[in-house]
């Protein structure tokens, strides 16, 4: 698929989910890999993730997905997944909603880098977890400004596996300098 289609296809998921959000008054912001995109990071995604506040139940033909929400797979263009939370991650969600802001011409607000990031480290997955150490070793995302939201809205038990992905992604960039040659023994 060509870039503008890409585009396209986002723009239009975007302004038709924005609209029955509306419809359904429901707060949200876009979180997950989608909105690191849309923050300008380099980063892959394959559905449009969003948070919810309150929790809304699911279109006809939704599927049931964990963490608590809903995924919506349409005939074409991107799923869309919607969470709302009400665990000890519900805070987070609030937070990210709270926080996002407006980016361009995207009809729904984006969650900032640093909520999104500890969203997806919230999933527990080793996919999300490779990403964040991308964006670290890619020197996109700090792991200082990370590691604030982590313990604000994680909690000091999540620290402890931030502080492994920190040493990891330190790793990566030091050993992608040395094959470079920029760094020697």
């Not at 949200?28 to 995109?37: H, K, S």
């Not at 020197?139 to 994680?154: H, I, T, Y």
Request: aromatic share 6%; net charge negative; with cysteine.
């Amino acid at each position: 698929m060509s870039t503008s289609a890409a585009t396209t296809t986002l723009e239009l998921a975007l302004t038709e989910l924005a609209a029955w959000l509306e419809a359904h008054d429901v707060q949200a912001a876009l979180i997950g890999r989608c909105a690191l995109v849309l923050n300008g990071l380099p980063c892959g995604y394959d559905e449009i993730e969003v948070a919810v506040l309150p929790a809304i139940d699911p279109p006809d033909g939704a599927e049931s997905v964990w963490p608590g929400g809903w995924r919506l797979r349409p005939a074409e263009g991107l799923p869309v997944r919607c969470v709302g939370r009400h665990d000890r991650y519900e805070a987070l969600y609030r937070a990210a909603i709270d926080g996002a802001t407006r980016v361009g011409k995207v009809p729904l607000p984006v969650a900032s880098i640093a909520t999104v990031c500890a969203a997806l480290m919230a999933e527990r997955s080793e996919s999300t977890n490779g990403v964040l150490i991308g964006l670290m070793v890619a020197g996109v995302v700090e792991a200082e400004s990370l590691r604030n939201v982590v313990r604000e809205q994680l909690g000091p038990y999540a620290l402890d596996d931030f502080e492994a992905m920190v040493q990891e992604a330190e790793w990566r960039a030091m050993r992608q300098r040395y094959e470079s040659g920029e760094e020697t023994h």
